[in-house]
């Protein structure tokens, strides 16, 4: 019975770890998808509404970009924007997507392409810190709790 709980201890501290490690390569996914995003839609400067839509509906993504793509989609219907259900983003880092979200598609072409390449010169920045958290920080948080789960093993034996 005792080894069961100690086996069950160790497994549970090791999802508490990978669920905390995740947030970090999801983060790294949301800046992936969000640079690849404004790359296309510098690409596509010239489209409709309708197109537009064809757009948006076309990208395929996890959940947290997937719920970013959902709130864009409805601040171009009803110009209400709530970005809060991104929670593995800061504020800081929301409030510089709001800029985005509110910036783009307000300029002609030409301006709108100098303004989205300015915004694809802030993320890279953000990309790479996101990158260099996951892979320094998940591995490192994985070890450290299986460590911390076998010591605390260990005294309980």
Same mark, same amino acid.
Not at 79 to 98: C, G, M, P, R, Y
Not at 133 to 143: F, G, R
């Given at each position: 019975?005792?080894?069961?709980?100690?086996?069950?201890?160790?497994?549970?501290?090791?999802?508490?770890?990978?669920?905390v490690s995740e947030q970090y390569k999801d983060k790294y996914n949301f800046y992936?998808?969000?640079?690849?995003?404004?790359?296309?839609?510098? $690409?596509?400067?010239?489209?409709?509404? !309708?197109?537009?839509?064809? #757009? &948006?509906?076309? %990208?395929?993504? @996890?959940?947290?970009?997937?719920?970013?793509i959902d709130e864009y989609k409805r601040y171009l219907e009803t110009n209400e924007l709530d970005?809060?259900?991104?929670?593995?983003?800061?504020?800081?880092?929301?409030?510089?997507?709001?800029?985005?979200?509110?910036?783009?598609?307000? $300029?002609?072409?030409?301006?709108?392409? !100098?303004?989205?390449?300015? #915004? &694809?010169?802030? %993320?890279?920045? @953000?990309?790479?810190?996101?990158?260099?958290?996951?892979?320094?920080?998940?591995?490192?948080?994985?070890?450290?709790?299986?460590?911390?789960?076998?010591?605390?093993?260990?005294?309980?034996?």
């Amino acid at each position: 019975m005792k080894w069961l709980l100690i086996i069950t201890f160790i497994f549970v501290i090791m999802i508490i770890a990978l669920s905390v490690s995740e947030q970090y390569k999801d983060k790294y996914n949301f800046y992936v998808n969000l640079k690849l995003f404004l790359e296309k839609f510098k $690409l596509n400067l010239a489209f409709k509404q !309708e197109k537009l839509d064809n #757009f &948006l509906n076309s %990208i395929k993504s @996890k959940k947290q970009f997937r719920l970013f793509i959902d709130e864009y989609k409805r601040y171009l219907e009803t110009n209400e924007l709530d970005l809060s259900k991104i929670q593995i983003l800061e504020q800081d880092e929301i409030a510089e997507l709001k800029e985005i979200i509110t910036s783009v598609g307000r $300029l002609d072409q030409k301006g709108e392409l !100098e303004q989205t390449e300015c #915004f &694809l010169k802030r %993320i890279e920045p @953000k990309l790479s810190k996101a990158n260099e958290d996951m892979t320094k920080l998940c591995p490192m948080i994985i070890k450290l709790s299986l460590l911390f789960a076998v010591g605390l093993a260990i005294l309980l034996i």
